[in-house]
């Protein structure tokens, strides 16, 4: 979604055409078509002002949003799938909600595995201390 025109840019195009300079004019110099210019202009007869309105219902909610509660389940369950999580969290929550949750709190889907040349570099290192 492009974002919104500063309020700077609103105030000086706003202001020209205050000063009486012509609306085609101040629309070619800021690069802003002539239609914003006027609804820009609209909005400040009606309101008084022309900020930009605030963006309204942008994304949806998580399913999952005790995130230090679920970071606790993910540890005591990390040798479950992600579909069985979903199962045993309950609350119409699926694998992708429990997939969305674990990328936000930095936790990979891959279980953690020791190589055996990892092991025995652990095992030479403790003998030789």
């Given at each position: ?35 914003t210019l006027n609804l820009?202009?609209?909005?400040e007869r009606e309101t ?43 609350n119409n929550v699926t ?35």
């Amino acid at each position: 979604m492009p974002a919104p025109y500063s309020y700077d840019l609103r105030s000086k195009a706003i202001e020209a055409v205050k000063r009486g300079e012509n609306k085609t004019e101040v629309s070619r110099f800021f690069k802003i078509s002539r239609n914003t210019l006027n609804l820009w202009l609209i909005k400040e007869r009606e309101t008084g002002d022309y900020q930009a309105s605030p963006a309204v219902g942008v994304g949806t909610q998580p399913k999952i949003q005790e995130l230090e509660r679920f970071r606790e389940f993910v540890k005591e369950h990390n040798d479950k799938t992600q579909q069985q999580m979903a199962e045993l969290w309950g609350n119409n929550v699926t694998q992708q909600n429990i997939s969305y949750a674990c990328r936000k709190l930095g936790i990979t889907r891959k279980k953690l595995m020791v190589t055996k040349s990892e092991m025995k570099k652990k095992d030479d290192n403790s003998s030789r201390n």
